[in-house]
């Protein structure tokens, strides 16, 4: 499976006792200000309010941007509903920005993070 080109980026993955990756977080296209979160898993057990604390924590706090931007393609529900219940709002549509058609931009403000309040 290929997962694209990143580039520069910084990843964090929750792997279970036994060693298997639960999920994994990528921080990529950092700009001072603004970071992209891309996020994957298998399982939804691997969120707990913990990790999802540290996973604002780190652009926000260390380093100390004013906004998060995460994409996710037009057809994926599911991920729009996590992005809405993680606190992001949707701002935009980039028009056949993906494969499979357009990509829904959703960002958050540092100020509107429930996690890092």
Known sequence: MDGGNFG???TAAVVDEKGDILGAVVFSEYRKTDIQISIAADSKRWLSKK????????????LGCNR???YTAENCANVQDI???????KEGVLRKALNCGDAL???????????IK
């Open 51 to 62: 990790i999802v604390r540290d996973i604002f924590s780190y652009p926000f706090f260390f």
């Open 105 to 115: 931009i959703y960002g958050m403000l540092r100020e509107e993070c429930k996690w």
């Open 83 to 89: 992005l809405i219940k993680f606190g992001f709002r």
């Open 8 to 10: 520069d980026c910084v």
């Open 68 to 70: 998060a931007t995460s």
